[in-house]
């Protein structure tokens, strides 16, 4: 039987009209929710956002619910508000898994009215450039750097089934759509930050990337190239080390393989590592706590976080807000599962906004990190049905 957008539709939202629907789909957990019951925009790094959590949960308990659930995103920038919220409606159930066969929604296409980079090709080859002359001045490894594409659609996106594609075309990764303030923030992310199920974390960076190829040989040379690519292998390094080092104070046991494996998106290879570890029985961190002190890694950002940020905060001439911050959810008992908010967009009307980043490090070539960008934002055009070849 030929799969098509309906059997997705189906499995995923309650009511395919509305755009409040929250969604996040994962290889352990579909958790989805409609509505709100309240919300929490209090910054993550603020003082008193524990005990807004806590007052939160309290309250969704007192109205019956037993295990309330807390669902949104948490920006790139923990100072900056989160938008975070606990449904009027949720469940948590077993997770699709992928019974379901990949498809393209062929009748779901867009064209591109008005298109627009920022920055432009131009002065991201200058940001690179001006990055590169930072390493040899100061204790700067990595910096992370990123451009956002504005398109103007010729007609308004229908979300579901914007979500539906995005899903059947990249079956492996971290599907979710989260309802922002005027938009919402759709996507397929590759990159699983954190996961907490009891007394057990699962994180698995990804850095280190290389676009795939149509012909079968050139695409397996290319995962070969970049497996062996001594500049992806440091950049990726910088990343586990990071996340080793944020973890290992909070935790009793952590399990890092010695050396990355590759992993492939429809659009792109990665370098990839799978860390286990397990949390003390006495006093363990809550998932806030442990987000707090691995968010943002360097694969995001760079390293050291704090002159990484400040160099992205003095050269990117955008804000990121939700992009390559967190989207997913956690629960009254602890649970919850965070996933890195890239190949997604922010969808409004006919209008989508897209993201994507490159890690800069001191051999980096200009050039191909915005080629690399492109190549990552490949992944939402063709959900989009978008021919042109606009990036």
Request: with cysteine; proline share 7%; glycine share 6%.
């Amino acid at each position: 039987m030929d799969i098509t957008f309906p059997d997705y539709a189906d499995s995923l939202v309650t009511n395919q009209s509305q755009n409040d629907v929250f969604l996040f789909n994962s290889n352990s957990n579909l958790v989805r929710g409609n509505g709100v019951s309240q919300r929490l925009s209090v910054p993550i790094l603020s003082p008193s956002f524990h005990q807004e959590v806590q007052a939160l949960f309290k309250r969704e308990r007192n109205r019956g619910i037993v295990n309330p659930i807390l669902v949104g995103a948490i920006p790139f920038d923990m100072t900056q508000p989160t938008q975070l919220m606990a449904p009027d409606w949720s469940e948590r159930i077993t997770a699709l898994g992928y019974s379901l066969s990949p498809f393209i929604d062929e009748a779901f296409s867009h064209r591109v009215m008005e298109q627009n980079f920022t920055p432009s090709h131009g002065n991201f080859v200058a940001m690179v450039e001006q990055a590169l002359s930072i390493f040899d001045s100061s204790p700067l490894k990595k910096v992370v750097l990123s451009k956002i594409l504005t398109l103007t659609l010729d007609r308004a996106i229908d979300i579901p089934r914007l979500l539906s594609n995005i899903m059947a075309q990249n079956p492996n990764a971290y599907h979710f759509s989260v309802p922002l303030e005027r938009e919402v923030l759709v996507g397929a992310s590759p990159e699983l930050l954190l996961r907490k199920q009891g007394n057990r974390i699962f994180s698995n960076p990804l850095a280190g990337s290389a676009r795939r190829l149509d012909c079968p040989d050139r695409d397996r040379q290319a995962a070969e190239t970049l497996l062996k690519s001594s500049k992806d292998q440091y950049e990726h390094r910088l990343v586990v080390e990071a996340i080793r080092s944020s973890l290992s104070p909070l935790i009793d046991q952590l399990s890092v393989p010695e050396h990355p494996s590759l992993i492939s998106t429809p659009t792109m290879w990665h370098l990839s590592t799978q860390i286990e570890g397990t949390l003390s029985d006495t006093n363990p961190p809550s998932m806030f706590d442990l987000i707090k002190h691995v968010h943002p890694t360097p694969a995001m950002c760079g390293t050291p976080t704090f002159d990484a940020q400040h160099y992205i905060r003095c050269l990117e001439p955008h804000q990121r807000g939700c992009f390559s911050g967190l989207v997913g959810w956690c629960d009254f008992q602890g649970n919850g599962e965070w996933a890195i908010a890239i190949r997604c967009a922010q969808v409004a009307g006919n209008k989508a906004t897209l993201f994507a980043g490159a890690g800069v490090v001191p051999d980096s070539d200009p050039e191909s990190e915005w080629l690399e960008t492109s190549a990552k934002m490949r992944t939402m055009l063709n959900a989009f049905g978008i021919k042109e070849d606009v990036i």
